[in-house]
């Protein structure tokens, strides 16, 4: 629920600063059964004894407030900022966030001209 709540403090500020949300947002989640439960009706006849949390996140999907949708837990990307990886899978999550890996960022610098060089360099000093 905290990041529901969150999301939903996120877009009431923006709303204020004159840039409304106007899609809502949506929340990923690789609880596929989390998943179905808010968003199958079906499913919560039986889910009686879930906390008021749960049911505050099923009304905002309901109400069409808020998307849920299942990401399969290997492309969670939160776990780049959260989890210790291996380096593999640093790398995958670095890739589909856009991230290019060091080597080639250092490979353009190489091939800059001294006079570039020179000119990064007196940049940097100058800030």
């Not at 609880?31 to 049911?55: G, P, S, W």
């Not at 091939?111 to 990064?120: P, R, W």
Request: charged share 20%.
């Amino acid at each position: 629920m905290t990041t529901t709540t969150e999301l939903l403090w996120l877009r009431e500020l923006l709303k204020e600063l004159g840039h409304p949300i106007i899609k809502a947002p949506q929340l990923f989640s690789d609880n596929i059964e989390a998943t179905y439960l808010c968003t199958n009706h079906v499913f919560h006849t039986n889910t009686k004894h879930l906390v008021i949390d749960y049911n505050f996140v099923c009304d905002l999907v309901a109400s069409k407030e808020l998307q849920l949708s299942h990401v399969p837990t290997s492309h969670q990307l939160t776990d780049l900022l959260t989890k210790p990886l291996s380096h593999s899978r640093h790398a995958f999550l670095l890739d589909k966030i856009g991230v290019r890996s060091p080597s080639s960022i250092r490979g353009r610098v190489d091939s800059l001209s001294i006079h570039q060089k020179q000119s990064v360099v007196d940049h940097a000093h100058a800030s």
